[in-house]
C-alpha cells in the first residue's frame, strides 16, 4: 500500500485547508484509515480516523468540532477538512492505514511523505 498526502499550505489563524491522502496497492476497504500530526520537536499524534467498514469517525479532542475527515470511495481518497485553524495546528500532516480503530500512531502504518501544514497568526 503506498499513501500520498497533499493539500498543506501557509495559512493564517482562522483559515480553512483540506487536506487528501490517496490510497494506492492494496484494497480499500480493508483499512481504517487515520490522519496524524507531527509538530517540531514532539511526537507523532493522531488526529481523525475514519472506519473501513462503516465510515464511524474518531477524533482527537483537538480536532473535534474543528475537523472533519470523510473518504471517496471511487477516488480512493480520504480527506481532512480543517476548519478554524489555529497556530498550534501546525505541523506536518500524515495518514496511515491500519486494521485497528484506534488514534494509536504504533498501529499505523504505509505512512506517505507527510504535508506542511502552517498556521500563522
Known amino acids: 500500500v503506498q499513501l500520498v498526502e497533499s493539500g498543506g499550505g501557509s495559512v493564517q489563524d482562522g483559515d480553512s485547508l483540506r487536506l487528501s491522502c490517496r490510497f494506492s496497492?492494496?484494497?480499500?476497504?480493508?483499512?481504517?484509515i487515520g490522519w496524524f500530526r507531527q509538530a517540531p520537536g514532539k511526537e507523532r499524534e493522531g488526529v481523525a480516523c475514519?472506519?473501513?467498514?462503516?465510515?464511524?469517525?474518531y477524533y482527537a479532542a483537538s480536532a473535534k468540532g474543528r475537523f472533519t475527515i470523510a473518504k471517496d470511495k471511487a477516488e480512493k481518497t480520504v480527506y481532512l477538512h480543517m476548519n478554524s485553524l489555529k497556530p498550534e495546528d501546525t505541523a506536518v500532516y500524515y495518514c496511515?492505514?491500519?486494521?485497528?480503530?484506534?488514534?494509536?500512531?504504533?498501529?499505523?502504518?504505509?505512512w506517505g511523505q507527510g504535508t506542511q501544514v502552517t498556521v500563522s497568526s
Open positions: 496511515g492505514i491500519s486494521r485497528t480503530f484506534t488514534l494509536a500512531p504504533r498501529a499505523f502504518r504505509a
Open positions: 475514519i472506519n473501513a467498514m462503516d465510515d464511524d469517525t
Open positions: 496497492g492494496g484494497t480499500f476497504d480493508d483499512y481504517h
